[in-house]
């Protein structure tokens, strides 16, 4: 089981990026899977999540109306879209999958069974 995150970087404060994670060893068809952030000096925090199974999305309110989870099932990976990037949008994200459930909200709150490597996003002018 593998999760490869991409496309992190810097992004002026009000700028976009889109990260990718891509799934490897099990199927984007039931599992939850989504987007936990840890800030430097924070605790980390599940950002999006989402279920391949139903596609019921969970999403911080912290980031609500600006981050947004998708996910492509021909190329086994999910997305996440971040409009309106803040400074305190700073910090590592990590793509993670619970392979037991498929809830999107318990993916966030309570933690997933299998993490990826981080991707850092800076948002700095």
């Known amino acids: 089981v593998q999760l490869q995150a991409s496309g992190g970087g810097l992004v002026q404060p009000g700028g976009s990026l889109r990260l990718s994670c891509k799934a490897s060893?099990?199927?984007?068809?039931?599992?939850?899977i989504g987007w936990f952030r840890q800030a430097p000096g924070k605790e980390r925090e599940g950002v999006s999540c989402?279920?391949?199974?139903?596609?019921?999305?969970y999403t911080a309110d912290s980031v609500k109306d600006r981050f947004a989870i998708s996910r492509d099932a021909s190329a086994n990976s999910v997305y996440l879209e971040m409009n309106n990037l803040r400074p305190d949008d700073t910090a590592i994200y990590y793509c993670?999958?619970?392979?037991?459930?498929?809830?999107?909200?318990?993916?966030?709150?309570?933690?997933?069974?299998?993490w990826g490597r981080g991707t850092l996003v800076t948002v700095s002018s």
């Open positions: 989402l279920s391949s199974w139903n596609d019921i999305t």
């Open positions: 060893g099990f199927t984007l068809n039931f599992p939850a």
């Open positions: 993670a999958a619970h392979l037991s459930h498929s809830s999107s909200y318990a993916l966030c709150h309570d933690g997933p069974t299998e």
